[in-house]
């Protein structure tokens, strides 16, 4: 079970637009501590995907976005294409653990 | 270029110790706070281990608490994992990331490094 809650899939054609939440509680997201995202494509370690909420590092393309409200966080995907197929995952610091704390993961699956 | 570099996983029978190693280059170690991954097969990145940048702050998950040690040699550009008493459900990918501080995103990491634990 773990700490962040997310979807274990989404799925879209391409073209469109999906989101995936990731749930936290007062001691992690609700604390006011910063959420992270991860992509990992089959096969491959993960990268860093969003970080600090919102912010994109360099060479990931603006179809991307992430925003944060309250204990919960969501990733977008816009003009989602075939190489978008991934789990993503999210992440942040729960305070209560003392610890680094992940979402299960979400597998996006392009139509 | 910033690389992380897993080294001595393996397949190791129950109850024995494995020390994992993550040589780093491309980038200024002790700037860093250094951390432990790993994923079980099927299944989703489990954080195991944090050492912030001189070692004097260290932190672990419950599930290895007590049987795992994280360190760090920063003459060497190194971080490492002993990882005693193994069990079977330590077996995953462990991969060796950075965080500039901590808390902090994760933004390099390591190819992994594969554990095996069995009879």
């Known amino acids: 079970q773990s700490v962040l809650t997310q979807p274990p899939s989404v799925s879209g054609a391409p073209g469109q637009r999906v989101t995936i939440s990731c749930t936290g509680s007062s001691s992690n997201i609700g604390a006011g501590y910063d959420v992270h995202w991860y992509q990992q494509l089959p096969g491959t370690a993960p990268t860093l995907l969003i970080y600090?909420?919102?912010n994109r590092p360099s060479g990931v393309p603006d179809r991307f976005s992430g925003s944060k409200s309250g204990a919960s966080a969501s990733l977008a995907i816009t003009g989602l294409k075939a190489e978008d197929e991934a789990d993503y995952y999210c992440q942040s610091y729960d305070s209560s653990l003392t610890a680094y704390v992940f979402g299960g993961g979400t597998k996006v699956t392009v139509l | 270029e910033v690389q992380l570099v897993e080294s001595g996983g393996g397949l190791v029978q129950p109850g024995r110790s494995l020390r994992l190693s993550c040589a780093v280059s491309?980038?200024?170690?002790?700037?860093?706070?250094m951390h432990w991954v790993r994923q079980g097969p099927g299944k989703g990145l489990e954080w195991v281990s944090s050492i912030n940048w001189n070692g004097a702050t260290i932190n672990y998950a419950d599930s290895v608490k007590g049987r795992f040690t994280i360190s760090r040699d920063n003459a060497k550009n190194s971080l490492y994992l002993q990882m005693n008493s193994l069990r079977a459900d330590d077996t995953a990918f462990y991969y060796c990331t950075r965080s500039r501080g901590t808390p902090g995103p994760l933004d390099f990491w390591g190819q992994g490094a594969l554990v095996t634990v069995s009879s």
């Open positions: 600090v909420n919102t």
């Open positions: 491309g980038f200024t170690f002790n700037d860093h706070a």
